[in-house]
């Protein structure tokens, strides 16, 4: 994948356009906490919390740029014949950020959204462990981003019945 640099987002999005980056990411995008299990003792469990939309349609990529920062990447072609995708993606604490600001108007994502936020939280700047009482608790954090990536991905492996779709929502 080519990609183009990580930036910071270049303009504060209205409520409506957080409602509509919402729209989007409940839909087409995805809410990763990704892991990294090196075996070097220095950084044993490197987490990283990211956020993913691919998509056909350029402004819409380039909007979510503009309002989150992140970074663009070129996705291969399957066949000759499908149209040109280009992946959106945050990380860190941009994606933490902008999980945030969108919270409020997800609807199926948004328990995946918090938990990320929780991971997120736990991070600091460069990926460091934040100490806890005045002690650095490396283990304590390990395991409780281990269970929240869990979490994440059993949230994503929900299966809804048909009932599921058409009862009533009140």
């Not at 990380?91 to 936020?117: D, F, H, M």
Request: charge should be positive; proline fraction near 4%.
């Amino acid at each position: 994948m080519q990609k183009k640099p990580a930036g910071k987002p270049l303009v504060v999005p209205s409520e409506t356009d957080l409602a509509w980056a919402a729209g989007i990411i409940d839909g087409e995008g995805c809410i990763m906490v990704c892991y990294n299990g090196s075996s070097s003792a220095r950084d044993a469990r490197y987490y990283q919390v990211r956020l993913v939309v691919t998509n056909t349609n350029a402004p819409l990529i380039r909007r979510l740029r503009m309002f989150f920062g992140g970074s663009i990447a070129k996705c291969k072609k399957a066949k000759a014949s499908y149209r040109q995708k280009a992946q959106w993606s945050l990380t860190g604490t941009l994606c933490v950020e902008g999980l945030r600001q969108v919270l409020p108007y997800l609807v199926s994502k948004a328990p995946e959204a918090e938990l990320a936020i929780q991971v997120g939280d736990t991070i600091l700047r460069r990926g460091n462990y934040k100490h806890v009482n005045g002690w650095f608790e490396y283990e304590a954090i390990s395991k409780k981003r281990a269970e929240i990536r869990a979490d994440i991905q059993r949230l994503k492996r929900t299966e809804y019945s048909y009932e599921d779709f058409v009862k009533e929502a009140f």
